[in-house]
């Protein structure tokens, strides 16, 4: 949830690490020879399904450089990340998923699993009590949190994404522990269409007509380099002003003020002291002056779409571009 990500500055840095499908093999028959092989065509697709079946035992490594071997499919699944909880719903894993944070409400049969607590510090009794097989963790779970509950003999699947490709690359490895590749496979190759959708719109923008982008996702917090929130604006052919420093930070004002964004883009569920965030944004002092104010160019998206590291990460870049582009998204 959007509220809390203040403890987002914290976080581990450790790249996500993911492993690569099989090649593909082809069968051939002897021109001429009476044969009872199927034709190439069909043992090339017989051979891809063979391929996306997941051979346990299994050893996975996780951002923190843990690494786990599997005898076979988890079937009792608990997630306390609402990003790694969409991911897990979208491979068809509903029957498997016990358990998520008490801030997981996509998709909409999230909210009949059982509470497991917050997503930095998940509920330890309830997650004990669970019996999972795993649990997966998402970049707001704190390292103490995890060390606690590994010492516990919980088995955590931490993750990190700083990039779509992370993303994708976490979907590829939960498909593989799950034995749902090919759910994987086919929920990557649409993400993979929606990055594409957005580089072709986007490409006749020239360097110096790039807009000038401002993020804001909790009160004063903004987003730099290395990050996948800054990965979308980049992505989408916008710059982002905050870019000069690296990770999850609170703002300066003067900076942002000088730095004159074209387009301010928000959280749009974030509320505080009955203000809506564009309404804070807006009466900060000197800001009337910023273009993006100035124009109305002060823009709020889904919040989850926005920032959550998920399957749907793809859909938030798309929104991201069309705030930024409209006219390049009629």
């Known amino acids: 949830m959007i509220k809390n990500w203040k403890a987002l500055s914290s976080l581990l840095s450790a790249a996500m690490l993911a492993l690569a499908l099989a090649g593909c093999g082809n069968a051939t028959t002897k021109e001429g020879a009476g044969s009872s092989q199927q034709p190439a065509q069909e043992q090339t697709q017989e051979q891809t399904q063979t391929d996306l079946k997941t051979q346990y035992p299994l050893t996975v490594t996780d951002a923190t450089g843990e690494s786990f071997t599997f005898e076979k499919a988890p079937t009792k699944i608990v997630s306390v990340s609402p990003a790694e909880t969409e991911s897990l719903f979208a491979l068809g894993l509903d029957n498997e998923i016990i358990g998520v944070s008490d801030y997981d409400d996509y998709p909409e049969a999230a909210k009949t699993k059982a509470k497991m607590g917050g997503i930095n510090k998940p509920n330890e009794e309830s997650v004990i009590a669970a019996d999972a097989d795993i649990v997966f963790g998402g970049i707001s779970l704190s390292e103490d949190a995890v060390k606690k509950l590994r010492d516990m003999g919980i088995t955590i699947f931490k993750t990190d994404p700083k990039s779509i490709d992370d993303v994708m690359n976490n ?160």
Not at 185 to 207: N, R, S, Y
Request: hydrophobic residues 40%; glycine residues 6%.
């Open 171 to 330: 979907i590829e490895t939960f498909g593989k522990i799950t034995d749902h590749q090919e759910q994987a496979q086919k929920l990557i190759a649409q993400m993979k269409q929606d990055v594409t959708d957005v580089t072709e719109a986007v490409q006749a923008v020239k360097p110096e007509d790039k807009k000038k982008v401002y993020i804001e996702f909790s009160p004063g917090w903004s987003v730099g380099k290395g990050e996948f929130m800054d990965e979308l604006i980049t992505v989408a052919g916008g710059t982002n002003i905050a870019a000069d420093k690296e990770g999850w930070y609170q703002i300066n004002e003067e900076n942002v003020i000088a730095s004159n964004p074209d387009v301010i883009l928000y959280a749009n569920d974030v509320v505080e002291d009955s203000k809506t965030l564009d309404q804070i944004i807006k009466a900060r002092s000197g800001w009337d002056q910023i273009t993006a104010v100035k124009n109305n160019a002060v823009i709020g998206l889904d919040a989850n779409l926005l920032s959550r590291p998920g399957p749907r990460v793809t859909q938030g870049l798309k929104e991201v571009a069309k705030a930024i582009y409209p006219d390049l998204f009629k």
